[in-house]
């Protein structure tokens, strides 16, 4: 089994910057990419940013020059360094990662959910 916990999150002003972490445990074969979802009020949820194995990132384009991912393989951590930041920004952030548990078996899994407030 794998588990993902997300740590920072909290209330930023606008503008300002504010930094959230994923660390994924448990049975881990090969990370194949790890990222950040988030889910506003009345909305669907939406990918914030991922990055894959090889080093390639995704942005939305509502963050993108704004928000940066990055990722501690070692330690099979992703972080969001959010900078910035908008009211619109305010959500449920989701850490999301495809992994490999054996040589065959992968799925996705998701963290809790940690909220993320821009608000003065």
């Known amino acids: 089994q794998v588990e993902l916990v997300e740590s920072g999150g909290g209330l930023v002003q606008p503008g300002g910057s504010l930094g959230i972490s994923c660390a994924a445990s448990?049975?881990?074969?090969?990370?194949?990419?790890m990222g950040w979802y988030r889910q506003a009020p009345g909305k669907q949820r939406e990918l914030v940013a991922d990055i894959n194995a090889g080093g390639g990132i995704n942005y939305a384009d509502s963050v993108k020059g704004r928000f940066t991912i990055s990722r501690n393989n070692a330690m099979n951590t992703v972080y969001l360094r959010m900078n910035s930041v908008k009211p619109e920004d305010t959500a449920v952030y989701y850490c999301n990662a495809r992994i490999y548990t054996d040589y065959v078996s992968h799925n996705e899994y998701w963290g809790q959910g940690t909220q993320v407030t821009v608000s003065s």
């Open positions: 448990g049975t881990i074969f090969r990370i194949i990419a």
